[in-house]
């Protein structure tokens, strides 16, 4: 048998011994990342006692419980085995793995078994496991959904059944039914409607109680008392032998509106997820040099002005100022800039980003809690929870008018039973006043249309995560767009290329391979892309030097490549000079090409938002580049109001700003320093290939993250939010004639029928007319 | 056709169709839909060798029950034995 290294060959007899060797079988296709050896040197800090009172929770039978994320999964094999090698360790109780999100639960008895251990024995199989804290909201989310899902269950159950049963009814209905048969009908129906209106629509008689302590009218109010009145109606009906019982139309208002509050629940448990999967991945501890002794010391103890030691590829958790040394840091999930930025001694280094390249020291300037990382987390998780949600049309309304037809109801039962003096008369005639205006045309106005709109949308690849999105966001004045990434690509492509003398493309591929700068990679791009046939060759003496460029030696010569300044330190003429990045490659010094790149601007951007404001949406850009690029791609896009040198939170305060001004703000965005100001804002859009947080926080995700997308959501939006107001006006005025008959006591259940689904094919085909909207640039 | 028949064919159905959604719900409340992919994809790891494995960690809980009961009784024995000197 042949292993890539000594790693993989390792856990190949680990998993043969445990007689677990049908994993390979269970892989498939799947290829797999080689086994690194991984350092055990941590490992004593699972057991100190100020780990266990962050993480480790213990349970009544003595036991302790831990919740891990495992890292290194990429199918479901590996979850499979990282089960089953646990569950063959002694002394651990309960492990179970998500195949989702890949978050363990572990039980295991502290007598025979140490978490250590346990971690130990994770890592020996390839993957590496680290604690996080299932803080409340993750365990109440999750309660959350199993609840609504059993409610859903009994709801579908419920729905389903008496469905059949009523098509019975309806049959019976126009060609006759003995009272015998009907009673047996009416009956099966109401056993099926009860759990139904009282175990699934518990929800909203919970929010319409609520709303009531509160003095608002919401739409559980309307769910709650329609459903209600409903039910208390046809129980009447059923009892008395007389009219038609409505149970059928109780459970279809209460499955429909659940089935729609549920998947908002499912929505925010994602946001969730990601959050503990950043906060996981930051390291525990941090070196600090005191008096010449290094240390590990854990990030909570780290006070200001102690010295910390920051080793190539650590990610910074404490905010700094430099102290000795100089290095490259990765600042993307600050500023969302993909070129590393070079600092040296007295610059500032924030918490976030990632040493490249170099060993460095620095002063701590904050404490953990201070640092700009702990606290864009913390502004996160609260921006989850705080999304601040414009309140809207079709609940505003109903919420007029359920309380206008509960006092319309009251007033006709008092007035028919002063008149008439008979209590049940006045009563159906109340009843039937509630009955006649809540469920149908009202009900399904709005979510007729959204759904009409959303399904429009997806198939173009933009997907609206919830139906109220787009309500919100055609009401949206103010645009806020993220540079890079979202205007332009994201990483620099070559625009112009000079050759000076001839040489071997493979020469230079091979040495801006050794480089993972974006700049090398937007020239790797280039290469592959104008040559075929390129060759693999292997350079030696590869050296980086820092921000500048790469140098290598090949069969004797020597290959150069990097920036101007590079050329300058060794004394080579570079001769030009360009707004835009410039990459030399010298074979011996002697410059043979020069190319020039930039962050090339995304296809029909400056149209896109041109039209965009022409439709009377403010338009803004934020950044975390500095000014001068901004301006720049600014003024090609045709964008006046520019804020640049934002950090993560700067741009959230800037979407607060506008808020408070009154604005409904939409911002773009793309990567994990726009998930703040994403969460802050109305409606958050996120291009398909961003990073996972900022889609997750988002609402709106562009599939195909085109301009032209953020057009077709306006537009799209804007449509369905136009047959929303047509269908409620239309249901408002079919009330207007119906209540009043009602009022009156001319419905009968005939004219009852009738008038409600002819009022309900109304909506629907309204809705429907969304289906023949146009596009630009479409014939 | 008679009444009794019509109760009959719809109470059985019925009856039948609970059979299920209590089989469900009783899946919800013991966590078994917890992880929509795990529900299609540990499907395919299902064997005979996976049931040997639940039953081996259930009896793990057992034994683990047991001690715990045991090192109690014998925490609770030591504190009965205990007087205190006077």
Not at chain 1, 70 to 83: K, Q, Y
Not at chain 1, 161 to 173: E, F, L, P, R, S
Not at chain 1, 189 to 213: C, D, H, N
Request: net charge negative; with cysteine; hydrophobic share 40%.
């Amino acid at each position: 048998m042949y292993f890539c290294c000594k790693g993989c060959q390792g856990v190949y007899h680990l998993l043969e011994s445990e007689g677990l060797d049908t994993f390979y079988d269970k892989l498939g296709n799947t290829t797999l990342q080689p086994a690194t050896a991984r350092i055990s040197e941590d490992l004593e800090k699972f057991d100190l006692e100020g780990f266990k009172n962050k993480y480790i929770k213990t349970n009544e039978d003595g036991l302790y419980e831990i919740h891990l994320i495992i890292e290194g999964i990429h199918c479901s094999a590996c979850v499979w085995l990282n089960e089953k090698v646990l569950h063959k360790t002694d002394g651990i109780i309960e492990a179970s793995i998500n195949y989702s999100n890949n978050k363990a639960k572990v039980v295991w008895d502290p007598e025979e078994v140490k978490l250590s251990q346990i971690i130990e024995t994770i890592r020996s199989i390839g993957y590496n496991a680290y604690p996080y804290d299932p803080s409340l909201q993750e365990e109440r989310a999750n309660q959350a959904k199993k609840s609504y899902y059993s409610r859903i269950l009994v709801a579908v159950f419920g729905t389903m059944n008496i469905m059949w049963i009523a098509i019975a009814h309806y049959a019976g209905y126009f060609t006759g039914m003995q009272q015998g048969f009907k009673d047996i009908l009416n009956v099966a129906e109401f056993i099926l409607a009860t759990p139904v209106l009282f175990y699934s629509g518990w929800i909203f008689f919970r929010g319409a109680y609520y709303g009531f302590k509160n003095h608002i009218v919401n739409m559980d109010t309307l769910v709650a008392s329609g459903a209600l009145s409903a039910y208390i109606y046809s129980i009447y009906a059923m009892t008395t032998q007389r009219g038609e019982v409505y149970f059928d139309s109780v459970v279809m208002i209460i499955t429909f509106v659940l089935v729609g509050k549920y998947l908002e629940v499912l929505s925010k448990k994602h946001a969730v997820d990601t959050l503990d999967s950043i906060m996981g991945s930051t390291p525990t501890e941090v070196t600090t040099l005191k008096e010449g002794v290094k240390s590990l010391v854990s990030i909570e103890n780290v006070q200001v002005g102690d010295l910390i030691e920051l080793k190539p590829g650590e990610k910074v958790v404490i905010d700094g100022v430099l102290t000795s040394g100089q290095g490259s840091f990765d600042e993307s999930s600050l500023t969302g800039e993909n070129e590393p930025v070079h600092k040296q001694q007295g610059d500032s280094i924030l918490s976030g980003s990632i040493c490249l390249d170099s060993v460095i020291h620095y002063e701590a300037s904050k404490d953990v809690s201070g640092s700009l990382l702990t606290s864009i987390v913390s502004l996160l998780e609260e921006s989850i929870t705080k999304k601040p949600h414009i309140e809207q049309l079709a609940n505003t309304i109903s919420g007029y008018f359920s309380t206008i037809i509960l006092v319309i109801a009251l007033l006709t039962f008092a007035g028919w039973y002063f008149i008439n003096g008979s209590f049940e008369t006045a009563l159906i005639v109340g009843i039937s006043v509630i009955v006649i205006a809540c469920p149908c045309a009202l009900g399904l106005a709005t979510p007729m249309a959204t759904l009409v709109g959303i399904s429009i949308a997806a198939k173009r690849g933009l997907l609206f995560k919830e139906a109220t999105f787009l309500e919100t966001m055609a009401k949206s004045d103010l645009l806020a767009l993220d540079k890079t990434g979202t205007i332009t690509e994201g990483k620099p492509s070559v625009l112009k290329a000079e050759t000076f003398e001839d040489f071997d493309p493979s020469l230079l591929l091979a040495l801006v391979n050794t480089s993972n700068h974006p700049i090398s990679k937007g020239i790797t791009t280039y290469l592959t892309e104008k040559y075929d046939h390129l060759q693999t060759l292997q350079l030696q003496n590869i050296k980086s030097i820092e921000a500048k460029g790469i140098e290598a030696g090949f069969e004797g010569r020597m290959l150069l490549g990097g920036n101007a300044s590079l050329l300058q330190e060794r004394g080579i003429d570079s001769h030009t000079n360009s707004e835009n990045s410039l990459f030399f490659f010298a074979i011996d010094n002697k410059v043979v090409a020069k190319y020039e790149l930039s962050d090339t601007i995304r296809k029909g951007a400056k149209e896109t938002i041109g039209q965009i404001r022409s439709m009377g949406i403010e338009v803004v850009m934020l950044t975390g580049d500095h000014e001068q690029s901004a301006k720049k791609v600014a003024k090609e896009v045709g964008i006046d109001q520019v804020h640049a040198k934002l950090l993560p939170q700067d741009k959230s305060a800037l979407i607060q700003n506008f808020q408070e001004e009154g604005k409904i703000v939409v911002m773009v965005g793309d990567g994990i320093n726009d998930a703040i100001a994403l969460a802050q804002s109305n409606i958050a859009i996120a291009m398909g290939r961003g990073a996972d947080v900022a889609i997750n926080v988002s609402d709106v995700v562009l599939l195909d993250e085109k301009p032209q997308s953020i057009l077709e959501a306006y537009t799209i939006s804007r449509r369905t939010y136009r047959a929303v107001k047509e269908n409620l006006g239309f249901s408002l005025l079919y009330n207007v004639i119906a209540v009043p008959l009602a009022v009156a006591g001319f419905v009968n259940p005939l004219i009852a029928a009738l008038s409600m689904s002819l009022s309900s094919l109304v909506v629907v085909g309204n809705s429907m007319r969304i289906k023949f909207l146009r596009f630009k640039g479409e014939k | 056709m008679s009444e009794n028949i019509v109760i009959l064919m719809i109470g059985v159905s019925t009856f039948l169709g609970a059979l299920g959604l209590i089989a469900l719900l009783w899946g919800v409340k013991t966590g078994q839909f917890d992880d929509q992919s795990k529900f299609i994809d540990a499907a395919r790891y299902d064997g005979e060798e996976e049931l040997r494995d639940a039953v081996m960690m259930e009896e793990k809980k057992k034994e683990q029950k047991k001690k715990a009961q045991k090192r109690k009784r014998e925490a609770e024995g030591k504190k009965k034995n205990y007087m205190p000197a006077d």
